[in-house]
């Protein structure tokens, strides 16, 4: 599978393009488009410019809604409610986190929660959002209104989602911010696509076949990412992270963040349309009304050198932290550019041509 190598830049002027051409406004268009385009700079590409397809299979199904804004329907003391509206998450997302910091400066604390929204894509960029106002975030999403994707421990077909996680810690001069970011499941869905895509196999232990047996074809995830598709291999699912524990920390995304939103969980009574609609229950903390914050920025560099000066099992792998792998591939994504592979590329063009731009257009962009 060829791939070829484009910059942030022209890649976020092409997808921000389809984006408008698909009914949102500039300012709309851009927020997404930056999203989208940071995902692939920070490595993942999985929730990266990739799902400009599916974004656009969902406004034509009108069960994606442009320009839309979260509403607060729920204010009570530090809690904050808000709807997303079937909106695009990384715009919604983006102005429902503004407004909990911006109570968070007031309150030290605020639990917000975010239900109804369509994908709110890389759950990093919310953590990073309160990294960049000086807060510690906690973000437990779950997934309604898609087919699961997850078998529970010591199941044999999908229950839930990939309801990923994320946990930001401001950083300090020397010390990078601490941002953990993951799915519950042991790859996200989109590895499974980016590798379906690129004709590649699977490491051992992340997917199960229709049968519940073990398997490295990313195929078996293929119905779920190109349901128009009639010729995918019969639906797996993939595995929890860490057996019961990922298992655990699924369900309690589906508790937090489905149930206590007010969006529900993926529980069968509930529809799925083949779209996602993501809920996120969140807590943004001031460090700043809970310690000294010299002493916190002191421990923050320690225990992370700390971590660090662990000898390395294998010379060419030092310890990281969270947060350190999206740095390395930001830094050089912005110098070489940012691989998509032809296939996704292809998919990204005939969306955009569905939306009546010219591939002529289009590759003015690249
Ligand atoms: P991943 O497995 O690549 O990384 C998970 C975390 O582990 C990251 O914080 C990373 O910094 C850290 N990490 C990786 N290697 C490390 C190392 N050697 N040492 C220390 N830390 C390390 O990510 P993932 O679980 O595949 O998730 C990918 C993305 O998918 C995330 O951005 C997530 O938010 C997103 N996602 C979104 C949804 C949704 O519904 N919107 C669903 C699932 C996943």
């Known amino acids: 599978m060829q791939e070829m190598l484009i ?9 921000s393009a389809i984006l408008t051409k698909g009914g949102s406004s500039n300012e709309e268009a851009q927020v997404v488009a930056d999203h989208l385009v940071r995902a692939n ?17 969902m406004l034509q199904a009108d069960l994606l809604k442009p320009n839309q804004k979260p509403e607060l329907f729920k204010s009570d003391g530090s809690i904050l409610m808000f709807d997303g509206q079937r909106g695009y998450g990384q715009s919604v997302g983006k102005m429902a986190m503004e407004q909990a910091i911006e109570k968070c400066r007031e309150s ?19 953590g990073e959002q ?19 994707l997850v078998a529970p421990f010591r199941g044999s077909d999908a229950r839930f989602s990939t309801n990923p996680i994320c946990l930001a810690m401001p950083g300090t001069e020397k010390q990078p911010p601490v941002l953990l970011d993951m799915a519950t499941s042991r790859i996200a869905l989109g590895k499974a696509r980016v590798a379906f895509n690129k004709g590649e196999t699977l490491k051992d232990g992340l997917v199960i076949d229709h049968k519940g047996q073990p398997s490295n ?8 990412c190109f349901p128009e598709r009639n010729d995918n291999p019969p639906l797996g699912a993939l595995t929890p992270l860490g ?27 509930h529809p799925r349309q083949n ?24 421990e923050v560099e320690a225990i992370v050198a700390h971590a660090k000066a662990s000898p390395p099992v294998n010379s060419d792998e030092p310890v990281l932290v969270a947060g350190d792998p999206e740095r390395i591939s930001k830094k050089e994504r912005l110098s070489q550019g940012i691989p998509i592979d032809d296939a996704t590329w292809e998919q990204i063009l005939e969306g955009g041509e569905t939306l009546g731009l010219t591939r002529e257009v289009m590759m003015k962009f690249n």
């Open 7 to 15: 910059q942030a830049e022209p890649l976020k002027k092409l997808v």
């Open 41 to 57: 700079l920070a490595g993942h590409d999985s929730h990266g410019v990739g799902m400009l397809p599916f974004y656009i299979r």
């Open 108 to 126: 030290g604390l605020v639990l917000m929660t975010l239900r109804n929204t369509h994908h709110l894509g890389r759950i990093g960029t919310y």
């Open 130 to 148: 309160s990294i960049a106002a000086g807060m510690v975030s906690l973000h437990f999403v779950n997934v309604t209104d898609h087919p699961p």
């Open 217 to 224: 074809d990313p195929g078996v995830m293929a119905g779920y």
């Open 243 to 269: 057996e019961y524990k990922g298992y655990g920390l699924a369900l309690f995304s589906e508790l937090l963040g489905g149930m206590l939103s007010g969006g529900g969980t993926i529980q069968p009574e």
């Open 275 to 298: 779209s996602i609609i993501n809920n996120m229950f969140t807590l943004v903390i001031d460090p700043a009304r809970l310690v000294d914050v010299s002493w916190m920025q002191h």
